[in-house]
């Protein structure tokens, strides 16, 4: 992984909230698949595939198109690819508006709000091949589909863990209470928790398994009352944490120094960590964790959309897959692309274990409209979970 990811800033999110009603929950970990229910804008889906444009302007995430895949694309389909890098959601959200893009890689804080303000289109599935060899629980998921029409191709997923220094961290902890619990305590300044609003939804899943009077369903559907219990365990918890990162080198730097023993982590962080220096663990734990699940989306203004059909096409092959993969730090979503993966590396991030899988509640974007389906009561949006996050941070 060469660049990290970073979600919303405040200073561009609050122009941007979901307002729209009735979208399916992101917690399907004991229900069956199904995408968001609103109703979008009425966009045409692409019926059929031509010849290459000889151009396709590619927005992503840092890592997710680096020369190395791009090149052998540019030269299988003749479409000249340019790159633009983003640095949040946000970003993305933005600049998919301009019409200057043809194909952007959305995580699930992003992409129901591009799909709700017509940015991108339904996609014509049947116009990807390698689609077919995509995990199914991947598939019709409510961030990257809308009543059973999908709006993209999966790319890659991953957890967030929990990691701790096997030698400062006794005993062993198997679920999240070691950094939101009383046990907290005894690590004290050296505990440390991602830095962004969205991570909010980790203490409410924590808050969902321990605290049933709250009836928490969906971590990313809070209301009021929810939301306050949330930032009440995350302004408790800010007396143990040492430090809140988003840079994973400075992450990786923490536990080897010693400076931070126990927290959120990322399975590529963990790899990296010098054992030399520090021995960790990391797990997933059985009361389940947040994550993210990106999708490669059509822009509606593109001007290349056969092109972008191709990179979507090509980006989950095999080999392409399995090289993004490996370079940005999570699971392939073609199953297929562990052929061509390092030796280990599938199963270190367990890639195509649907079990796994389950475990994780994959980014969602917070919005007024429960994504749990509750309909008497007024959930709060990302806007609000900005704000209690500056409030947290203090």
């Known amino acids: 992984m060469r660049s990290v990811r970073t979600l919303a800033t405040a200073a561009a999110v609050g122009a941007m909230i979901l307002t729209f009603g009735g979208c399916g929950s992101s917690d399907d970990n004991k229900s069956s698949n199904g995408g968001a229910t609103f109703t979008p804008p009425d966009l045409p889906m692409k019926k059929s595939l031509g010849k290459g444009e ?12 680096e020369k190395e895949w791009v090149t052998p ?3 299988a389909t003749g479409c000249k690819a340019t790159v633009k890098y983003f640095n949040t959601s946000d970003d993305a959200v933005n600049l998919i508006k301009s019409g200057d893009y043809d194909v952007v890689s959305a995580s699930g804080d992003a992409s129901l709000r591009m799909i709700a303000a017509g940015s991108v289109e339904p996609v014509n599935t049947d116009l990807v091949p390698n689609y077919k060899d995509v995990y199914p629980f991947l598939k019709d998921r409510p961030w990257n589909s809308v009543n059973g029409q999908m709006y993209g191709i999966p790319h890659g997923y991953g957890a967030n863990l929990l990691m701790w220094n096997k030698k400062d961290v006794n005993p062993a902890p198997t679920d999240w209470s070691v950094v939101f619990g009383p046990d907290a305590a005894k690590y004290k300044g050296k505990v440390t928790a991602y830095d962004s609003p969205i991570y909010i939804a980790d203490a409410a ?3 969902m398994n321990t605290k049933p009077d709250l009836k928490i369903k969906d971590p990313y559907a ?5 939301l306050d219990a949330a930032v009440a365990l995350l302004k408790e918890q800010k007396k143990n944490v040492g430090e809140y990162w988003s840079d994973y080198a ?16 990322w399975q590529v962080i963990a790899s990296a960590v010098d054992p030399k220096k520090a021995d960790v663990e ?7 964790s947040t994550g993210w699940s990106d999708t490669w989306m059509v822009a509606t203004k593109s001007k290349h959309k056969n092109c972008a059909y191709l990179w979507m096409n090509d980006i989950i092959s095999p080999k392409a897959n399995a090289a993004v993969a490996q370079y940005f730090g999570e699971s392939p979503s073609n199953p297929k692309a562990c052929e061509f993966a ?14 796994y899988a389950a475990k994780i509640h994959y980014w969602n974007t917070p919005t007024a409209a429960c994504l749990d389906g509750r309909k008497n009561v007024k959930c709060t949006d990302y806007q609000q979970w900005t704000q209690a996050w500056t409030e947290v941070k203090g």
């Not at 809070?222 to 929810?226: E, T, V």
């Not at 990786?252 to 959120?264: H, L, N, P, Y």
């Open 73 to 75: 694309f540019e030269k």
């Open 282 to 288: 990391a797990i997933l734990p059985d009361s389940g």
């Open 54 to 65: 000889g151009a396709v302007s590619i927005l992503a995430w840092a890592g997710y198109a």
């Open 342 to 355: 390092a030796k280990g590396f599938c199963d270190t991030y367990h890639a195509g274990d649907a079990a």
């Open 250 to 265: 400075k992450e990786q730097s923490a536990f080897e120094t010693g400076d931070t023993v126990v927290g959120t982590t």
């Open 205 to 207: 899943l924590y808050l």
């Open 222 to 226: 809070l209301d009021q009352k929810q």
